[in-house]
Structure formats: C-alpha cells, structure tokens
C-alpha cells in the first residue's frame, strides 16, 4: 500500500511539475511576444527589420528558458538590431530605481545653479534630470521656476540658459522647467513612422503630446511669463539627448542665440513602455523637428551654434569664461539697439 502511495505521490509530482513548465514557457513565450509587438508596431525603423527571420530565432530561444528574466538578452538584441543607438531595454531593477528617485537611493538632487552676471544679466543652468519619481519632478520643476522668478526681479538686460555638459534624462520635467523662457507653442516635436507631426505643449501646469495631456505637475510657480526675453544659449558636446531636445526648442525663436560648436547628436524621439514584470522598452518612434518642422534625423549630427566657440581648452572655469565672453557680445549688441 505504501508503495502505490508513493508511486501516486510521484506521479501527481511529476504533473504538477509538467503543468508549472508549461505555464513557464506560456508566460515567457507572451511576455517575449508582447515586447516584439510593440517594437514591430512603435520603432520607427521596424520597416527596416526582416521580422520572419527574427521571430525564427527568438522562437528558437526561448523554447529552451524557464524564467522571463531570461530573454532580456535576447530582447536587447532585438532593439541593438534597429540601429538607431536610442532604443534600450531597461529590467525592472533599474525603472525601480528611477520611480525611488533620487533622495530614496542616496543620489544628491540636481542643483539648479544661478548667476547675475556683470550687473545686468540672468544666468541659469538647467542640469540633467534622471529621475521617474512625480514627486520630485514637480521639486525639480518648481525649484528651476522659482529661480527664474528670482531673476527675473532683478530686471536682466539679458537671459543665458546654461545647458553644457547636460547629458539628458527626462524630458517632461525639463520642458515644463524651460516653458516660461518659450514664446510660443509647437516649438517641438517628432514625425513618426507614418509621417505625422506631432508636437509636445505645457499648459495649465500639464503636458501635451499633441491635444492628449500626458502629465500633470503640481506646481506652485503659476504666473511667470518672460516675454520675448534677449536670450543666449550655451551648449557643447555634452549636451544630449532631452537636453538637446531642450536646446531645439528655442530654435527659430525670436531674440535668441545659439552658442557651440554642436551637441551630442542623440535626438531621436523615444518613448518608454512598461512590460508585465516592471521593465521598460524605450523606443525610439520619430524623427525630432522643429517649430520650423526642420528635422534632426542623423544620429551624432546633433545641433549646432549660431556661434561658434572655437578651440576649447579642456578646463572648465577657462571654458565657461570663452562662453561667457560670447554670450556677453552677444546679450551687449542687442542691448544697445
């Protein structure tokens, strides 16, 4: 009698063991065809990819794991195919420490640092923002409207919008921070793979893509408009990706001027998406463009300055002088007509 028991035991074992495989490589075998989904459906360069080839091998992969964790590298390989050096796979580890943000994993916040520079100009820098915590977006928001404020008491003659060495991040945040120094809408935006042109917005404290608002801050900085300021804007090579995007955003616009050489050349138009586990697919789905629905398509081209600053010389206090030395010519012309 113990005997069959034991052999009942065992081959109740070995079913329900057959049953947890086969719910396994059901469940990686959806999050796997989720994840191509979307990219088939999002990346702007899925037209460009032999998908018959690739579901093969994928297909091939994953009939072998056991855990989801398994096929990010075969996910990552996907997305390193598209070649467009913007779409990356980010596991759930990492979104998690983004939604913490940066006081919750001991990161220091980002400083906005501000100047009132020869008596008579407002000087501001907009750092890079990596952080996916709301609660800190509006800090950060807040905190770089309430400088403009600041500055903006004192009566400048002129604006310099310091975006060197500002490697990108969040964009939202960033747009919403820089709104107050726009002096109108549709100033940036992407055409996606059908050819629509679409186009980021902030008003009532919410962020627009197109008429569909995507975000709404909490913001205690309501009433600061500065119209049609005399403004200079400083960028490098270090300027990328959202900063870059910061940077479009002034193009063509009245009274400002440009000052670099050229930017970083990371200005694809990318959105992330949440898979079933916590991770995110960041996708790269337009071209960004312009107010002047210019597009910047060539991956490493970036944006470069109405002026330019020459041979740099590697320290950063000697540098900035170079830079401010530009923007005061500039600012000083404009002043005295």
């Known amino acids: 009698m113990k005997k069959i028991f034991l052999s009942l035991l065992l081959l109740v074992g070995l079913k329900v063991n057959a049953v947890v495989q086969i719910q396994n490589r059901d469940s990686i075998k959806i999050y796997v065809d989720n994840a191509l989904r979307i990219i088939k459906n999002r990346s702007i360069n899925s037209g460009k990819m032999d998908w018959n080839k690739i579901d093969l091998k994928v297909a091939q992969k994953i009939g072998k794991l056991k855990y989801i964790r398994e096929t990010y590298p075969i996910i990552n390989d996907v997305l390193e195919k598209l070649g467009d050096s913007h779409s990356r796979f980010f596991p759930p580890e990492t979104v998690a420490s983004y939604v913490k943000g940066y006081r ?44 403009l404020s600041k500055l903006s008491g004192q009566k400048p003659k002129g604006w310099i919008l310091d975006l060197r060495d500002n490697e990108g991040g969040m964009f939202a945040p960033m747009y919403a921070a820089i709104a ?118 060539n991956v490493g081209e970036g944006l470069v300055g109405d002026i330019k600053i020459g041979q740099l010389t590697g320290n950063e206090e000697n540098d900035k002088k170079l830079y401010l030395e530009k923007a005061y010519g500039v600012l000083g012309s404009k002043t005295t007509h």
């Not at 400002?256 to 990371?266: A, E, M, Y």
Request: proline share 3%; with cysteine; aromatic share 12%.
């Open 104 to 147: 919750a994993t001991g990161i220091p916040f980002p400083e906005i640092k501000t100047a009132f520079l020869a008596n008579r100009y407002a000087y501001i820098v907009l750092p890079a923002f990596y952080c996916y915590n709301m609660d800190e977006w509006n800090e950060f928001v807040n905190n770089f409207r309430a400088e």
């Open 180 to 297: 107050p120094l726009l002096d109108q809408s549709n100033v940036i935006g992407w055409m996606d793979r059908n050819g629509k042109n679409n186009f980021f917005n902030f008003k009532a404290d919410r962020l627009f893509e197109n008429k569909k608002a995507v975000y709404l801050f909490k913001l205690t900085t309501h009433k600061i408009k500065i119209q049609n300021p005399n403004l200079v804007l400083l960028i490098n090579e270090r300027t990328a990706s959202s900063a870059e995007f910061a940077a479009i955003s002034f193009v063509g616009q009245k009274n400002v001027t440009i000052i670099g050489n050229k930017t970083n050349g990371l200005t694809s138009a990318n959105q992330e998406h949440k898979l079933s586990d916590g991770a995110f697919l960041v996708l790269t789905e337009g071209v960004t463009i312009d107010r002047n629905l210019k597009q910047y398509v």
